[in-house]
């Protein structure tokens, strides 16, 4: 099998690169990355003959169809800005750095008789809704452009699904933790810690709650689905806990994996750290537990503790 992965050398992409590596049926796994946000450095730990990386970016489509050609049986498709606060003072990034890559990455698949595409959004899809729900809620509200373009990307990936009978699979993710983490709540938290030990600026009031999913747990999310399941041109699933934290906890023992318990913690108040954030989020993975048998290994809390401490590694190693 051969690869093809938008945005493969970020957070995710470097974990589902590294996974199929693993398997020796996989001949090629192509990364097509512009390292916005991250370095080449990020994908040193694979010593892989199998693996080409290309610097590039999606919004060059005629490059984008050089590399991404009809030899490929799955698309990957993480590329995107993964800043959902940025589009406060850049309100167009999202379509720009979002709606137009799934459409540019969609055309060239059509135009290459490519098959497969598996999409990673996000629970943001289900707007600012304090309660549990599955993948058939609606309506979407998005309150954020990174969420409006996931819903766009998404239904663009339905449509040509659909229109052109490409195998689609989309996951919504809740907040994904781990090695390799490029932004997030514990990310902040640990590169603040290590400009200034002393005090610890956070976000809001620290009242927001939501679930954090470890990487692993994703990984084995993702391939329990598409290594099983053929049987619809076009699917969802959610990936989340059952479970939930919130952000004082997650600053408390941010505090005991960096050593310094005394930190002071200055929050800056109102119920939620940006606009566009979704403060409170339950929803709920019952769909993929059911069919694949798939459960998370890490609930909320250990997949925080364990990523913070992942987190301080990858910080000292630069
Ligand atoms: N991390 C999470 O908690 C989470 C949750 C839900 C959904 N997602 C989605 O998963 C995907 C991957 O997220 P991540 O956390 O790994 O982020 P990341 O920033 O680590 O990875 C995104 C990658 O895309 C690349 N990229 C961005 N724009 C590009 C362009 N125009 N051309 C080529 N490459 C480009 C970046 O350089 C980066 O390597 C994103 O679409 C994100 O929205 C992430």
Known sequence: MKYFLTGGAGFIGSHISERLLMDEETKKV???DNFSSNTRHNLDFIKDARLEVYEADITDIDELGKRLTSEIDIVFHLAANPDISKAESNPTLDFHQGTVLTNNLLEVIRKNNIKKIIYTSGSGVYGDKDEDFDENYGPLVPI??????KIASEALISAYSHMFDIY???FRFANVVGKRQTHGVGYDFIHKLNKNKNKLEVLGDGNQCKSYIHIDDIIEGIFSVIDSDVNTLYDVYNITT???ITVKEIA???LEVNGTVDTVINYSGGDRGWNGDVPKIKFNSNKIRTRYKWENR???IDAIKKSLREILVDAKNG
């Open 30 to 32: 192509i990364i097509y």
């Open 298 to 300: 890490y609930s909320s």
């Open 252 to 254: 408390k023992i941010a």
């Open 168 to 170: 689609a699979r989309v």
């Open 242 to 244: 059952n479970d939930s």
């Open 144 to 149: 954020s452009p990174y969420a409006a373009n």
